[in-house]
Each structure stands twice: as C-alpha cells, then as structure tokens.
C-alpha cells in the first residue's frame, strides 16, 4: 500500500464548476499537508498549506485535513480553464526533515 | 517569494556521456536541498536529501555512483547523472528550504525542472 493514494483523473468540469480533489494515507505521523499545481513541463508550485486538522481557505481554493480519516481535499470554487493542472498532495511527518510524500497527482481539465 | 533555479531546463545527450544539473536558491540560502525525479503521469519521487557541506543522503534504490549530487554552498546543489542511459530520461526536479522559511511556513520551494533526454 502506498503512503499516499490519490485519483490519478483525468478529471474534466466545465467552466465555473466546483471541483473537489483528495488524497488519503497511511502514516498517522503526518503533520504537514499540501497542495501543489504543476502545469506541463514545468515544477510545482505551492498552492495550500496545512499543519495538522482543520480547514484553511485563499480565495477560491479551500484545503480541508482531517487526520482521523487520513483524508486530505482541496476544493476550487468557480474554475477557469487557467486551473487545468496537475495537481498533486504532499505531505511530511515533523521528525522527517522536509521530506515530502507526493500522491501521484490528479489532471484537472476545465473546459470554456 | 522564494527562488528556486535550476538549469538547464531541458537536455539532450548520448547514451554513456554524463550530465550536470544546476539548482540555485536566488533569495534564500538553502539549507537542504532535494532532488526529485518525475516520470511521465507519475508522481514526484524522492531521490536524495543534500545538506550545505556533507554527504547526500539517498533513498532506497537510488544509486549513488550514478547520481552524484554536491552541495558545495548554501546556495547551489547539483545532481550529475553519470553515464547516463535512456531509462535514465526524465523530468529532475529540485527543491530547497531555509532554515526561516521552514520553521515559518514548512513549504518547499520548487525549481522548474530539467527534462533530459538519453539517446
């Protein structure tokens, strides 16, 4: 069993749609949660970050933790074609130095 | 925010030449830096952790003969693949944290990656 599984996609919504995005995990140590986008050929950068439970929210993004499930969800309200990324979930245990476990990343499609 | 970058973006070479991949933090100093390897529609793989003037510490199955890294200053790490074959062909990534900008937000900064391709 992998540390991180999440829905590889590809998944497609059209304009303006709200698009929910998950990961679940394994290792309880986990205390860092975060939320990348990648664009073809290009790096990750950081959309969301969370330490430990609760829900944290930057405009139309919201990242949701809940370390009793082991269940990780960003939700983007009102996509735009400009969303269309892969995005993937990361997270990091405190005694693991910055080493982050990446999910395998879901490909967001919004269609105009 | 921070600056992560790596050069060259893209790379083609022959199969046994090696080839040098370069990561700089522009506006941070790096404390640790890590190299990551991405394969087409996968996820980001942890390859090795390098600190400011020691030895990387690689992960299981990476080879380290074959991927030299060296972390020579607070600012710049490379990774070398050496001899490098066609399965070696793929999108390296790295990333860097400061010692302030871990302890305040816990983020990893990115550089954009380098695709080399092994003929």
């Known amino acids: 069993q992998k540390e991180v599984e999440q829905d590889p996609g590809p998944l497609s919504v059209p304009e303006g749609a709200i698009v929910s995005l998950n990961c679940t995990y394994s290792?309880?140590?986990?205390?860092?949660f975060m939320w990348y986008r990648q664009y073809s050929r290009k790096g990750p950068e950081l959309l969301m970050y969370?330490?430990?439970?609760g829900n944290k929210e930057d405009g139309r993004f919201t990242a949701q933790v809940d370390k009793s499930s082991k269940y990780i969800s960003l939700f983007i309200r009102d996509s735009q074609p400009s969303d269309s990324a892969t995005y993937l979930c990361?997270?990091?245990?405190?005694?693991?130095?910055?080493?982050?476990?990446f999910g395998q990343g879901t490909e967001l499609s919004v269609k105009p | 925010g921070a600056v992560v970058s790596q050069h060259p973006s893209r790379v083609i070479c022959k199969s046994g030449t090696s080839v040098k991949i370069e990561c700089r933090s522009l506006d941070f100093q790096a404390t640790t830096m890590f190299w990551y390897r991405q394969f087409p529609k996968q996820s980001l793989m942890l390859m090795a952790t390098s600190n400011e003037g020691s030895k990387a510490t690689y992960e299981q199955g990476v080879e380290k003969d074959k991927f030299l890294i060296n972390h020579a200053s607070l600012t710049l790490s490379t990774l070398t693949v050496t001899s490098a074959h066609p399965e070696d062909s793929s999108f390296y990534i790295c990333s860097a944290r400061g010692r302030q900008l871990w302890k305040n937000t816990g983020e990893l900064f990115f550089g954009e990656g380098s695709r080399l391709t092994v003929l």
């Open positions: 969370t330490y430990s439970s």
């Open positions: 990361a997270m990091s245990a405190v005694n693991q130095g910055g080493k982050l476990i």
């Open positions: 290792n309880s140590a986990f205390q860092y």
